[in-house]
């Protein structure tokens, strides 16, 4: 490339300069050299670098011989290199014959074993075949080894699973038992899959044969259970993760499964009732706590006790019950599950119905009746909740818990029979009797019982009225015979007095508004007797209740009233002017009944009301006085007060 590039270069260069002596008298052949050079770029051409670069390495002198000389000194250069390229192609060239040559040879040697291995695999194409038959029967025979192992191992017990299934007759419970059950069960449930199919022989034969095994594992498993129920006889007894299993495992077996938990029910029924009988007894470990009994001479912390024992012992033999079924399905055992509870807590029946009648017997009074009636309430409904409303155990507690509650209304009932035969003479001060006070208190303790109570909202509602209807309606009779031979506003004031402090008392209380309202009505009826009593006593006082009444039947046909005796002007200036020393000291002029009302509330209730009756009477009788169909001459004279001044002055 260098070569060529170089000639080309020396030809352009020949040719300009034979154009330049062609046109001497045209241009200055140097001018135009040069300028072509200077307008060159060389550093585009690559290619012109490329060669001027080789040039340089064998073009040592720029003279006028050696650019003459250039072009033959490309060409002898170009030659030699053709000559050096001539001769490496040669040795190229024999390694390519040596190449062929082994190629050839190897051409012929497997040409060779070609035939060779064509004639053997004449000679043994026989012997292959019956290779190839014998490897797919050992194929196939591998096959049919391989399916019965699997066969026998999905179908079959070991000898050492039915070793395990065995083993529980030394009273032990091997740690594999239950798997290898399991085992069983599934060999029993897939042989079902194989009577749908044509080896109903063999799946029959196995079924047979794990029912087999399957019943005698039962039967052992049951036994095992039931032994290990009846040992469970502490207060704090061990039920391992084994025996939890046995009881998942038998819950297949319904009759065995009930059959191992009534031997737990029992176990435990004795353990409960012994360990009842020494709390009741001798107490806890070391005498602490005390023995329930030290406290039979107090019936509500006795009785507490006892039901606060007996719960937390239900609680504690539920968590047993728990534990003992933690691996069952708790859908499939909800009914035996209280049933089992049930039974286990039936033996504290009898020693606890025994000792909280002993209680009730006593009499201990209505109060502690009552809040025993509430505390078996309580416990009932808490420990229902556990074991079940209709068990023995809770039908017990109610039924003593009617016997108390019926023995508490008795009680009531007496006591007001008692209050009734004792009936007291009312008080000079016309006070409430101390019998009614002492009845009162003892209905507010009850209430107040009742309410620090856990009981049902219905409940409270139905006790109240049983409870007010049995002791109020006596001692109202109470109040009401006491003051039968007092005078109309003496009995009015007592019975007023009586009723405030019921109804004081049934205030504080719930579900006691109808019996308010109805103390209410009857409060209002005597103040009203009282209020007219008043009003009239304070007319009598000031001589205007003759003029009042005069008034009031005085009709225009009877002629004028200043006609009628005692109604002259002179008369009705001195009441009236009486009348007057009321208006400047109205509290004078109270009756001595009222001032022995207990409340004060109703003491100005009664003032008020009957000033307003007194304002009433004047104003009626202001108004005759200024009738003038009356005849009084200067009316303004006999009354200077208007009806609107005397109320001002007395409200």
């Known amino acids: 490339m260098v070569c060529s590039s170089v000639t080309r270069y020396c030809t352009t260069t020949r040719q300009e300069d034979t154009m330049a002596s062609a046109t001497p008298r045209t241009s200055n052949p140097v001018s135009k050299k040069l300028n072509k050079m200077l307008e060159t770029r060389l550093d585009n051409d690559k290619e012109l670098l490329s060669a001027l670069k080789g040039l340089s390495e064998f073009f040592p002198e720029n003279s006028l011989r050696a650019r ?4 033959g000194d490309i060409e002898r250069r170009s030659l030699t290199l053709s000559h050096k390229f001539l001769q490496a192609f040669q040795h190229v060239n024999a390694s390519l014959d040596a190449i062929t040559h082994d190629v050839a040879a190897m051409n012929t040697c497997c040409d060779d074993m070609t035939t060779r291995l064509s004639a053997t695999r004449q000679k043994t194409a026989d012997l292959i075949d019956n290779t190839n038959k014998l490897r797919a029967e050992s194929v196939r025979i591998q096959m049919k080894s391989d399916v019965a192992a699997a066969f026998i191992d999905k179908f079959q017990l ?21 798997s290898v059950l399991s085992k069983v069960q599934q060999i029993h449930a897939d042989c079902k899959i194989l009577l749908r199919t044509s080896q109903q022989r063999a799946g029959l034969e196995i079924m047979e044969a794990m029912a087999l095994h399957q019943e005698a594992a039962f039967e052992r498993l049951y036994r095992w259970a039931q032994g290990q129920c009846r040992t469970l006889l502490s207060d704090s007894p061990d039920i391992d993760s084994s025996l939890s299993q046995a009881m998942a495992a038998l819950q297949q077996r319904p009759v065995l499964f009930r059959y191992c938990l009534d031997e ?3 176990a435990r029924r004795t353990a409960i009732v012994r360990y009842f009988i020494d709390a009741l007894t001798r107490g806890g470990p070391c005498g602490t706590p005390r023995p329930i009994e030290l406290h039979s001479h107090d019936p509500l912390r006795y009785v507490g006790d006892m039901l606060a024992w007996l719960h937390q012992a239900v609680a504690t033999e539920k968590e047993h019950l728990d534990q003992l079924l933690r691996d069952t399905d708790a859908d499939r055992v909800g009914e035996i599950y209280r049933e089992v509870l049930a039974h286990i807590t039936e033996g504290v029946k009898r020693p606890l119905n025994v000792r909280i009648e002993q209680v009730i017997v006593g009499e201990p009074g209505p109060l502690v009746l009552y809040k025993l009636t509430n505390l078996m309430k309580f416990y009932m409904y808490t420990i229902g909740q556990m074991i079940g409303v209709d068990s023995t155990l809770v039908n017990s507690i109610d039924e003593i818990k009617d016997v108390c509650s019926r023995m508490f209304f008795n009680t009531l009932t007496v006591h007001g029979s008692r209050v009734m035969d004792r009936t007291e003479l009312a008080p000079i001060d016309l006070s409430p009797p101390i019998s009614l006070t002492e009845s009162l208190t003892l209905l507010a303790d009850i ?10 909202h219905d409940d409270r509602k139905v006790d109240f009225e049983h409870i007010l209807s049995a002791l109020l309606e006596p001692l109202l ?17 007592y019975l007023i007095n009586c009723i405030h402090e019921i109804r004081t008392t049934l205030a504080l209380y719930e579900f006691t508004d109808h019996r308010l309202e ?10 009203e007797t009282v209020v007219n009593e008043q009003a009239s006593y304070i007319l009598s006082k000031n001589n205007l209740a003759y003029i009042y009444t005069t008034v009031q039947s005085h009709a225009p046909k009877h002629g004028p009233l200043s006609a009628k005796a005692c109604m002259d002007p002179p008369s009705l200036c001195s009441a009236l002017s009486l009348f007057d020393g009321y208006l400047s000291s109205p ?37 005759a006085i200024h009738d003038a169909a009356n005849s009084y001459p200067n009316p303004e004279n006999i009354v200077f007060r208007t009806p609107d001044q005397v109320k001002a002055l007395l409200l």
């Open 158 to 178: 070991r000898p050492e699973e039915v070793l395990v299934l065995k083993s529980t007759r030394d009273g032990t419970m091997h740690t594999d038992f239950f």
């Open 477 to 493: 009779q109470m109040c009401v015979v006491s003051a039968s031979e007092l005078a109309a506003v003496d009995m009015s004031v």
């Open 587 to 623: 509290d004078s002029y109270t009756m001595p009944q009222c001032l022995k009302l207990i409340s004060s509330t109703l003491k100005e209730a009664i003032n008020s009301q009957a000033t307003d009756l007194v304002c009433k009477a004047y104003c009626d009788i202001y108004t």
């Open 264 to 266: 737990f029910g029992t």
């Open 447 to 456: 209430l107040e019982s009742y309410d620090s109570a856990v009981t049902f």
């Open 68 to 71: 003459r000389s250039l072009r």
């Open 518 to 527: 109805m103390l209410t009505a009857q409060i209002e009826a005597h103040m």
